[in-house]
């Protein structure tokens, strides 16, 4: 049994910890966890801390901390620019992304964009997406989401970089993959990726590949390639 995860943005150092705010409501009011039952406390950052409740209060709970660890991220970091989509999509991606283990999601403002962010709310429904499934899924290590970047920007991004395009040759069971530092995969919006942006990220060194002779939506291909990539990587 996995216990339920709620994220503190530092970890306590001693042994009786209160857990208020959103998350002490939730665990509170929401989830009416009770005295002598587990929960795991996170930070985001890879430290875990197991806790039992020892009091219950109006949206806050007492607890005693029995164990604490740490889980080093993971090597090498999956990355996925994830074409901006209209309406709900790219929550959807995102949500499915974090909960199958992406490590960084950068919004990509594509030329098939529909959808333009004219402010930075839809980037904090992002994040606040993220958050909420790396605790559903139990994460340690809550994936960032950056800024929105352009083709251009994409294209400077350091590290390999793998465009999924269903005209591709390269299967991606197939392709190299590093040992560490960052992979990043581009998954492009409704319309796809564009032939001009194709060509300026494979002109940058990017390598264009295919999951299978299907088609995917938008937010369906970034959590296919992020499990094949998993199985390959040995995370799964």
């Known amino acids: 049994m ?4 709620f994220l503190v943005d530092a970890l306590p150092d001693g ?18 966890l009770r005295v002598g039952e587990e929960l795991l406390l996170g930070d985001g950052r890879g430290g875990t801390a197991s806790a039992t409740v020892t009091t219950v209060g109006r949206g806050v709970l007492d607890v005693t901390i029995t164990g604490r660890g740490y889980v080093p991220p993971p090597a090498p970091r999956l990355v996925v620019a994830q074409g901006i989509a209209k309406g709900d999509r790219g929550e959807l991606a995102v949500q499915a992304m974090t909960e199958v283990g992406v490590d960084g999601i950068v919004p990509w403002a594509a030329a098939r964009s529909v959808a333009r962010w004219k402010d930075d709310r839809p980037l904090q429904r992002w994040r606040a997406t993220v958050r909420e499934a790396a605790k559903q899924a139990r994460r340690p290590w809550v994936p960032e989401v950056s800024a929105p970047l352009s083709t251009a920007a994409l294209a400077r991004r350091p590290g390999p970089t793998l465009v999924l395009h269903e005209e591709a040759e390269t299967p991606l069971s197939k392709v190299d993959l590093p040992a560490d530092g960052e992979l990043t995969l581009v998954v492009g919006p409704e319309g796809g990726v564009a032939p001009e942006e194709l060509a300026a990220l494979v002109a940058a060194g990017a390598v264009a590949v295919r999951l299978g002779p299907e088609v995917l939506r938008t937010s369906t291909a970034g959590v296919a390639a992020l499990a094949a990539l998993s199985v390959r990587l040995g995370r799964w």
Do not use: I, M, N, Y
Not at 2 to 5: E, Q
Not at 15 to 32: C, I, K
């Open 2 to 5: 996995s216990f339920p995860l």
């Open 15 to 32: 042994d009786e910890f209160r857990l208020d705010g959103p998350e002490g409501h939730h665990a509170a009011t929401v989830q009416r």
